[in-house]
């Protein structure tokens, strides 16, 4: 069942008792990673960032390998990682091995845009569960994935491995739509719909904001995911600190 292919085994599907389960797995598991993350210096979080970064690296390598394995070769979308979450990659070799702006753009996509990707996709796990059986490699990975990418948020602004400033949406926006232009270069050229920014995503909360949009669609779903995810994070991050401000003064 683990490596099998799609359609073999009934999918798990979504909104009911077994996605709960593992929804609730997931998220303690995060909370438990987190209260057991003990940091000295800011090299371990970059130490931890790299680790899972190349370990996701690796679990992406095996992904393609199985779509490719159970032929789902011909299928961009399934066979290149060009979505909001697939930016945990570029952003978690950004932050490991760049230098000056490229390290801080990675920084402030972990420490923001991570948060919310990883959330959403818990919450809405449109692109595995309604295909597999919960115990599958693609569904465990999933999930795996995107508890990592809330886990790395959560840490580097805990510990605060980098001070979040209104400044970094400039970063932050760059990369996203850097990305962005890769990917609807790609739709054009083959038809799919990487960063869900081409077509309508059924059965998804995207479908709605597609039908309601129209052919407003793909430059509003461009600069909502190059400015919502950043603000509503900064936002909290600031309100928590202030209070702790005021708390200290008082």
């Known amino acids: 069942m683990f490596f099998s292919r799609p359609g073999v085994y009934k999918p798990c599907g979504i909104f009911n008792i077994k996605h709960l389960i593992i929804a609730i797995i997931t998220f303690s598991a995060i909370g438990i990673a987190v ?12 130490k931890i960032i790299k680790n ?11 992904k393609t390998i199985y779509n490719f394995a159970v ?37 402030v996509f972990l420490a923001t845009g991570g948060i919310i990707g990883g959330i959403v996709f818990i919450i809405f796990p449109t692109t595995s569960l309604p295909e597999y059986p919960w115990f599958h490699f693609i569904s465990i990975h999933s999930f795996l994935f995107h508890g990592i990418m809330v886990y790395l948020g959560i840490i580097i602004n805990k510990f605060k491995y980098i001070d979040l400033e209104m400044s970094d949406l400039k970063l932050y926006s760059t990369l996203i739509f850097a990305i962005c232009m890769a990917a609807y270069a790609i739709n054009l050229r083959f038809g799919s719909n990487l960063m869900f920014i081409s077509q309508d995503f ?38 928590i600190n202030n209070k702790k401000m005021v708390k200290a003064l008082n």
Do not use: W
């Open 35 to 46: 209260k057991k993350t003990k940091i000295k210096s800011k090299k371990d979080i970059k």
């Open 52 to 62: 899972l970064t190349i370990l996701m690296c690796i679990l992406e390598i095996v």
């Open 71 to 107: 032929g789902e070769g011909s299928n961009i979308n399934k066979m290149v990682p060009l979505y909001y979450c697939s930016i945990l990659l570029y952003a978690g070799l950004l932050s490991s091995f760049g230098t000056g702006n490229f390290e801080r753009s990675g920084n």
């Open 202 to 239: 059924p059965n998804s909360p995207i479908s709605a904001i597609y039908h309601v949009l129209g052919s407003a669609f793909t430059p509003l779903m461009i600069i909502a995911q190059m400015t919502l995810p950043f603000f509503v994070v900064y936002g909290f991050v600031k309100n």
